[in-house]
């Protein structure tokens, strides 16, 4: 697995994981030591949209 950055809690298996389990946001937050914000943030997304992406923007000034 690569490194991850240091403010990054959730790497991209358990964000996978986290997007297709049926447990409650509480049961997941406490396993993965997240609050519940973050696990309804990855939730929302597809479990295809869990992986790192680049965080600078796409085009450049």
């Known amino acids: 697995m690569p490194a991850i950055h240091s403010p ?3 790497p991209s298996a358990s964000r996978d ?3 297709r ?3 409650t946001s509480g ?3 406490e396993c993965y030591g997240v609050c519940t ?3 309804r943030t990855w939730r929302k997304r597809s479990p295809d949209a869990c992986q790192d992406r680049w965080a ?3 085009k450049l000034p």
Do not use: V
């Open 21 to 23: 389990s049926p447990e």
């Open 17 to 19: 994981e986290i997007a």
């Open 56 to 58: 600078r923007p796409h």
């Open 27 to 29: 049961n997941l937050a």
């Open 37 to 39: 914000r973050t696990i």
């Open 8 to 10: 990054a809690h959730t």
